[in-house]
């Protein structure tokens, strides 16, 4: 049996953090400013060893910088881990989120198996912030920090912990908060977890089926999910050509993977939403060939589906009133004899068509099917993730997607769904003149658009098939496809997209059709 991933139990507990036992104690310390009473009474039981690393210059308070203490006669904490917050007037909700997730993977280094953290600092932000969102965001920090991908290691006695109780030390005031935030937190860490695994697997482990297959487990966890398969049988019948053009190079062949969630309140008196999640489970290039490095990073180009899969399964857990379904559609992009190739005319499930001039651009492909399908099924809004462009990744980095779309109200649901998650966002533009780039002489369009704003003729390509359905796309290509986890102790991937889609869907209200 594979190693599970370290289970992470949050508590809430209003104690002195000073008398808690445990065998880690993280306590945020401010650069500058007078220390707070918790820092000086530390200090002070230890008869002075905050002040001397101080003093040593091995510690200045550095975001994401740390310490680390033993404790003795007098107080409770065996380990006392001093993390780093910065300038007190440049912190945010974000600064808090990077030193929990340092403790908790400090934690896990340690193989500690109860860990506390301090809620101590008057920070500035407090009074813009409730008690339950920063407990969300504290739990899904120590989720997220304590993740580890290990399941292919030997699985020795090396005393890496299976589980680890985190206690969050309040003072009292909100406990009752902090533990609704904490259980939100949980929901979303774990969700953010289960999805950084798949991602992270291979995919000689996983194909668009054995995808489908962890979708089809995911439903029967969850009474209020639901999942169906379409097989490349049933796409043909249904004229899929998009995807079934990118899945035919391979030995395993491509799948729609549709999971439902139903919400208490009928059909009818909810608004329904849509996300769609590209999920190739390698993309070689094809025919049009990658150069041969870094192309193992291509595992990662199902991490749009499987974002989307996760924020599934956050959504059956917060069971938020609105209808939502998740379209994934898989393919593994590789040559070989039965190839699409550049030159071939596909004709797509909306029945536009489309001249390939690489096939290295085939998440477009797999996305205008599943954009066209998800229309066809009347949804009031469809959103889409995907790791789709290079040109993304240069335009804006490895920590911020790009974000487009045909409705200015559905992109500003969106921009406030990541600025409450920390999941960063930038907008970029997909109209008209984008769209000439993608017009073909011999079909409706052709499937590259030349070197120039890649992102932005991509999404332009795709809006063509949302017809005057509200759409938007988030191209996760720079946060999705690189490996961004080391700095948190797991190489690979991060996770991206499961808070903020989980989010928009909780917050989301109806946008009226702009008619075009
Ligand atoms: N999955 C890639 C995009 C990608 C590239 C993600 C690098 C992360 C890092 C996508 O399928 C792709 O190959 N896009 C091409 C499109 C081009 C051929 C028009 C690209 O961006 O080079
Ligand atoms: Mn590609
Ligand atoms: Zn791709």
């Not at 008398?19 to 002070?44: K, M, S």
């Not at 500035?124 to 304590?146: K, S, T, W």
Request: aromatic share 6%.
């Amino acid at each position: 049996m594979a190693r599970e991933v370290i289970r992470i139990v949050v508590e809430v507990k209003t104690s002195d953090p000073v008398q808690t036992a445990t065998d880690l104690l993280a306590v945020g310390v401010f650069a500058d400013g007078p220390d707070p009473e918790l820092i000086r009474t530390l200090d002070e039981r230890l008869s002075g060893a905050i002040g001397r690393v101080r003093k040593l210059g091995d510690f200045t308070g550095k975001p994401a910088t740390t310490a680390l203490l033993y404790g003795g006669a007098g107080v409770g904490p065996r380990r006392i881990l001093l993390v780093g917050l910065g300038e007190k007037k440049k912190a945010t909700m974000e600064t808090v989120r990077t030193a929990v997730m340092t403790a908790a993977s400090k934690a896990v280094e340690v193989k500690a198996k109860t860990a506390a953290i301090a809620i101590h600092q008057d920070f500035p932000f407090e009074r813009l912030v409730r008690a339950d969102q920063i407990a969300q965001m504290v739990a899904e920090a120590a989720l997220f920090g304590a993740y580890r991908w290990d399941e292919y290691l030997p699985q020795d006695d090396d005393g890496r912990p299976e589980k680890i109780t985190v206690t969050i030390l309040t003072q009292g005031l909100a406990a009752h908060s902090y533990r609704r935030g904490a259980d939100i937190g949980t929901i979303l860490g774990e969700a953010q977890s289960y999805a950084r695994t798949i991602m992270n697997r291979p995919a000689n482990q996983v194909s668009p089926e054995a995808l489908a297959a962890e979708a089809k487990k995911l439903a029967r966890q969850h009474s209020n999910l639901s999942c169906t398969v379409l097989d490349e049988k049933q796409l043909t019948a249904k004229g899929f050509g998009g995807i079934l053009a990118v899945g035919q190079g391979s030995a395993h062949p491509p799948r729609l993977i549709v999971v439902r969630y139903r919400p208490r309140k009928s059909a009818g008196t909810v608004p329904t939403v849509a996300l769609v999640g590209k999920a190739i489970t390698f993309d070689s290039g094809g025919i049009s060939i990658k150069p041969s490095e870094g192309m193992q990073d291509m595992k990662f180009d199902k991490s749009g589906g499987v974002a989307v899969l996760g924020a599934m399964r956050a959504i059956a857990g917060l069971r938020p009133d609105v209808h939502v379904v998740g379209i994934i559609p898989s393919a593994e992009n590789m040559p070989g004899g039965g190839s699409y190739r550049p030159g071939d005319i596909v004709t797509t499930f909306s029945g536009k068509t489309v001249e390939i001039q690489n096939t290295d651009a085939e998440g477009r492909m797999l996305l205008c099917d599943a954009i066209a399908y998800a229309t066809k099924l009347g949804f009031d809004a469809v959103v889409d993730a995907a790791t789709l462009t290079g040109a993304c990744v240069v335009a804006l980095g490895e920590w911020t997607a790009g974000v487009m779309g045909s409705h200015d109200g559905l992109i500003e649901q969106l921009k406030a769904a990541s600025s409450a998650t920390g999941e960063k966002i930038w907008e970029l533009p997909c109209g008209e003149e984008y769209l000439e780039l993608m017009k073909s002489k011999i079909a409706d369009l052709k499937n590259t658009g030349g070197r120039w704003g890649g992102a932005c003729s991509a999404a332009a390509f795709l809006r063509e098939f949302a017809g005057t359905t509200p759409w938007a796309h988030l191209d996760i290509a720079g946060v999705g496809c690189v490996d961004g986890g080391k700095k948190f102790g797991s190489p690979g991937s991060i996770g991206f997209g499961i808070r903020l889609l989980t989010r928009f869907v909780c917050d989301y209200q109806p946008v009226k059709v702009e008619k075009s």
